[in-house]
């Protein structure tokens, strides 16, 4: 089991950037595929982005491929959400989640807000 805290949200014109942090507490966090997921007021929770625990491989949806950039650091136990030609679309908050060995994720963090103005 790993915590997990986000950080770097905030309020950005669109056009604007933002990187998002996820800070893991627990151990081997290596071991861990790494997600970013979304929820908009009235919506339901949708997946962002992830990276893979083994290959590094990332996935992203659809709406963010080409804006969004997923990346970690195992030495710091960190992973990253670089969020750049931000969209009034992109509002929600963000939530970074763990898997580990790409199973289920199971644990989550508390959130941050992203707010995009037009």
């Known amino acids: 089991q790993v915590q997990l805290v986000e950080s770097g949200g905030g309020l950005v014109q669109a056009g604007g950037s933002l990187r998002l942090s996820c800070a893991a507490s627990?151990?081997?966090?290596?071991?861990?595929?790494m997600g970013w997921f979304r929820q908009a007021p009235g919506k339901g929770r949708e997946f962002v982005s992830s990276?893979?625990?083994?290959?590094?491989?990332?996935y992203y949806a659809d709406s963010v491929k080409g804006r969004f950039t997923i990346s970690r650091d195992d030495a710091k136990n960190t992973v990253y959400l670089q969020m750049n030609s931000l969209k009034p679309e992109d509002t929600a908050i963000y939530y970074c989640?763990?898997?580990?060995?790409?199973?289920?994720?199971?644990?989550w963090g508390q959130g941050t807000q992203v707010t995009v103005s037009s």
């Open positions: 989640a763990a898997a580990y060995m790409g199973y289920n994720y199971n644990d």
């Open positions: 627990g151990r081997a966090f290596g071991s861990y595929s």
């Open positions: 990276i893979d625990w083994s290959d590094g491989n990332t």
